[in-house]
């Protein structure tokens, strides 16, 4: 396996022995059935060990791991007749996020995410997950196109944050985001946001105000990049550490602290190790949140979302 996290070795070591062992056995016609089975055993224990005492550190390396899925992964799985929409109508196309029309468990329905890219070609195609002005404002386009045919809005983040490049700013990335934010406080469809990876500022948030939130398990969900806290606080990124747990960046503290309404399930190894299990949970998560929003009155659902957010950190 590439990208191997540091709190991995030790599986990655057993998991090879237990390949070699298998491939050893099958040429050889050799009995090695008892001890690939102590080893797979063994392999197991040392997994489900590692994966329940996670530090928020190890979930932000899981979090931004290279084979975890992307949005277009779940889109791929879970999406019937994915029409991409393009461009922002002012400036241009960004293909950090990427949005269309398609149906999702017999909805119709407008579906939107951050992509980062799965090799460096793909990565420069969609700059890493950061957009810029024109895909904040894309986003924008969308949410007010599925309020006008009434349809509910999916939205995925995956995202270290908005692109803070000097043309970004120029083009005005500060009020494209906060136009994307106003867009997702008006309109009259239910929203539904899924953090699938990492979730980083106002990057994250632009598309992320929504009825429902969702974590993935180990994915985190922040105001700024552990490194960046460090880097701000303690003049020292390598403090990244002692910024994550004190930022309270993962699902299990943001549910806590009611910042989000619901965490999806990873199986042990997580996201990266088991994507089309994951992707299917999302699914199911997904789907049963849309159906808790049929017959629900349109109009509640601006001055639901808003009250939603009013109340976020109020003792």
């Not at 979930?59 to 975890?68: C, G, M, N, P």
């Not at 002005?133 to 309020?147: F, I, Q, S, T, W």
């Not at 406080?185 to 105000?209: F, H, N, Q």
Request: proline share 3%; aromatic share 8%.
């Amino acid at each position: 396996m590439s990208n191997v996290l540091d709190f991995e070795k030790n599986i990655v070591e057993l998991e090879s022995k237990i390949a070699e062992l298998k491939k050893f056995a099958g040429v050889e016609d050799y009995n090695l059935t008892k001890e690939i089975a102590a080893m797979e055993d063994k392999a197991h224990k040392l997994m489900d060990k590692v994966y329940h005492n996670l530090t928020p550190w190890q979930k932000v390396q899981i979090a931004r791991h290279e084979k975890r899925p992307q949005f277009l992964d779940y889109v791929q799985h879970l999406v019937q007749d994915f029409t991409p929409l393009a461009g922002d109508r002012k400036f241009g196309e960004d293909q950090a996020i990427v949005g269309g029309l398609g149906r999702f468990a017999g909805y119709s329905v407008v579906i939107m995410g951050h992509q980062k890219g799965i090799d460096l070609e793909s990565r420069i195609k969609h700059n890493f997950g950061c957009a810029r002005p024109e895909g904040y404002r894309k986003a924008a386009r969308l949410m007010d196109l599925a309020n006008q045919f009434r349809l509910p809005i999916l939205s995925f983040v995956n995202t270290s944050g908005a692109y803070p490049g000097i043309d970004a700013e120029e083009r005005g990335q500060a009020e494209a985001i906060a136009r994307s934010i106003e867009t997702c406080l008006k309109v009259e469809v239910p929203i539904i946001s899924t953090i699938i990876g990492e979730g980083g500022s106002g990057g994250a948030i632009a598309i992320a105000v929504a009825d429902t939130i969702m974590m993935l398990e180990n994915s985190i969900y922040s105001v700024i990049s552990p490194e960046g806290c460090a880097s701000i606080l303690w003049k020292d990124a390598d403090k990244k550490e002692v910024a994550a747990a004190a930022q309270k960046i993962t699902a299990q503290d943001l549910y806590e602290l009611k910042v989000i309404d619901q965490i999806i399930p990873e199986k042990v190894g997580g996201a990266h190790r088991h994507p089309e299990e994951t992707i299917l949970t999302v699914g199911r998560y997904v789907e049963s949140a849309l159906k808790n929003y049929d017959g629900v009155e349109q109009k509640t659902f601006i001055s639901k979302r808003q009250q939603k957010f009013l109340q976020m950190g109020r003792l």
